[in-house]
């Protein structure tokens, strides 16, 4: 039955997974979606699923119940809770960070490949997702610098755009360097769990011994060439806000729902935007029914705000193993 329904429906205009995606993921969430009812009729688990990543497409409840199940409007909220938590609760299969030295050690040969920067384990920065007013005594926390409210999430990413870990609960106003510092991810680089794998990040971090920053100004040719190395082998992170908020335009668009619920919506998509890199689904659908407020280039440039540095002194402060990746390695490649 499942099956049948979702032959039915016009993917390419109406959900943000292909058809064999959708099956794949209803198989893996159908044991947790109990059969909501609307009136006394009851909501098929796919039925709930379809209007789940209708929603995701959308942004818009109205159009997602409309397009596939008729369900009342306090109902559509339930079940895209209901859904968008099932979802996340794989995150633990999707979101993985490298831990093995065999996982590492694939992942530094990948970014590698890219410009030759050596011991890279992943490119690090935050975007922003645009929220409603949360409303109390804290809202304004979560309005950013450009004037709207949002979560700043963070995400480390792969070479292959994939997202490798997610930070996604803090208040927009906080600063990047705030988010990592109070990561677990932070914790386990400054224990060595990472070995001497590296952080690609941009200006806006402190420089460490296993976070690699850009040089402010660059002035001789080896110095040059790391900084494009850098910059270069960090641009999948960038490149992985645009998928990821291309294929669920929710997340450009603003998500109207409670902030908890924003916040499960969030990690939901990260997991299935992995499970669709993973399976070879890298471009997302255009929906040529999607009325965007603005071009997608300005969307995505919205949700990325540039930080300085929280303490500028730290950006000067010597950091031995850049200076010796550049005088040493990239020296020798010069």
């Known amino acids: 039955m499942a099956r049948r329904l979702v032959r039915r429906t016009r993917f390419c ?15 893996k969430i159908e044991h947790r979606l109990e059969y909501t009812s609307d009136r ?65 050690r694939k992942e530094q040969d ?3 490949q890219i410009a030759r920067f050596p011991r890279v384990i992943g490119a690090m920065d935050c975007t922003h997702v645009r929220i409603s007013s949360p409303g109390g005594d804290h809202a304004e926390l979560y309005r950013n610098r450009k004037g709207y409210f949002s979560i700043n999430v963070q995400t480390i990413c792969n070479a292959n755009l994939e997202i490798t870990d997610i930070v996604a609960r803090w208040p927009g106003s906080s600063h990047d360097s705030t988010i990592f ?19 690609l990040v941009d200006g806006g971090y402190a420089s460490t011994s296993y976070m690699m920053t850009p040089l402010e100004n660059p002035r001789t040719p080896v110095e040059q060439l790391y900084n494009e190395s850098q910059i270069r082998t ?6 992985s806000y645009g998928i990821w908020k291309k294929r669920f335009p929710a997340l450009a668009l603003g ?12 990690v939901a998509t990260a997991v299935l935007h992995n499970m669709l890199m993973q399976r070879g689904e890298v471009n997302p659908i255009d929906d040529p029914a999607l009325q965007l407020p603005a071009p997608w280039d300005e969307l995505l440039h919205h949700g990325q705000i540039t930080q300085q540095p929280q303490h500028p002194q730290q950006y000067i402060r010597p950091n ?15």
Do not use: W
């Not at 109205?62 to 099932?86: E, L, N, W, Y």
């Not at 510092?181 to 952080?199: D, P, R, V, W």
């Open 320 to 334: 031995s193993v850049r200076d010796a990746i550049i005088n040493n390695y990239f020296q020798s490649i010069l």
């Open 110 to 112: 990948s970014f590698f």
């Open 13 to 27: 205009d109406k959900i943000c997974l292909s058809k064999e995606a959708t099956l794949s993921l209803l198989a």
């Open 255 to 266: 998500l109207r729902t409670k902030l908890d619920k924003s916040l499960t919506i969030i």
């Open 181 to 199: 510092n109070n990561s677990c991810i932070k914790s386990k680089f400054e224990t060595g769990q990472y070995g001497n794998a590296l952080l």
């Open 40 to 104: 006394n009729k009851p909501i098929s688990p796919v039925n709930q699923l379809l209007a789940t990543l209708r929603f995701y497409a959308t942004n818009n409840t109205q159009m997602s119940i409309g397009d596939f199940v008729g369900i009342s409007t306090p109902t559509s909220h339930r079940v895209i809770h209901q859904v968008s938590a099932a979802i996340a609760s794989l995150h633990k299969e999707y979101i993985r960070f490298p831990t093995t030295r065999e996982e590492i």
């Open 234 to 239: 960090r641009n999948p992170v960038e490149r």
